[in-house]
Every structure is written in C-alpha cells, then in structure tokens.
C-alpha cells in the first residue's frame, strides 16, 4: 500500500520561504517521475514542479526562479523549496506521481502567503 505524506506547510509572509517534504511508503521515488501539486480554493489542482527518475526537473512558469524541487533517494524523500513566496501561491500542496494516481492522494499540506 502506497503512502505519501506531506509536511513542512504553514503560514508565511510575502517573499519567505518554506521547505515541503514528501515522504513515502510502499513506491520508490528513484524510479518514478514524482510532482508536487497545488490546489487553491475554487481552483483545478495543478502541477507545480516535477523530477524524473534521471533527476530532471520541470516547473510551471509561474514559479521558475523561485521553486526548487529535489529528491532524496536514500530517505526517499522529495523536497519544494520554495522562495520569495507570494500571496497567490496560497494553496493545499501534494505530491504524487506523474501521471497521478488516484489511491496516491494524501492529505496535502497548507501553505498560506499573507500580504
């Protein structure tokens, strides 16, 4: 039974940072593509940044230059670093594979930006 579970959320004032992390159980982030999402209120759930099995990395154009996502293999684990933060990065935030799955879903974890 796969397990992620996301922490590393809170509350924040404009242009701070945060670190989320994603642990898991039951699959190996080392040889999946594993993204982190983001939900807003009222809004689709959207990816906001991915890494391959090679260890390429891709972001969503609204955060380049501000977002870092990595892995750590050996605690299969996976990271967003996230700066400069701004008030529409207000979101719940996952992480699943890529494609997503459905049973993969956790809670997610809260990041609130106040202006």
């Known amino acids: 039974q796969v397990q992620l579970v996301e922490s590393g959320g809170g509350l924040v004032q404009a242009g701070g940072s945060l670190r989320l992390s994603c642990a898991a159980s039951?699959?190996?982030?080392?040889?999946?593509?594993v993204a982190w999402y983001r939900q807003a209120p009222g809004k689709q759930r959207t990816v906001v940044a991915h890494?391959?099995?090679?260890?390429?990395?891709n972001y969503a154009d609204s955060v380049k230059g501000r977002f870092t996502i990595s892995r750590d293999n050996a605690k299969n684990t996976v990271y967003l670093q996230m700066s400069s933060l701004k008030p529409e990065d207000t979101a719940v935030y996952y992480c699943?594979?890529?494609?997503?799955?459905?049973?993969?879903w956790g809670q997610g974890v809260q990041v609130t930006v106040s202006s």
């Open positions: 699943n594979t890529v494609p997503n799955l459905a049973t993969y």
């Open positions: 039951g699959l190996w982030f080392s040889v999946n593509t």
């Open positions: 890494i391959t099995s090679a260890g390429t990395t």
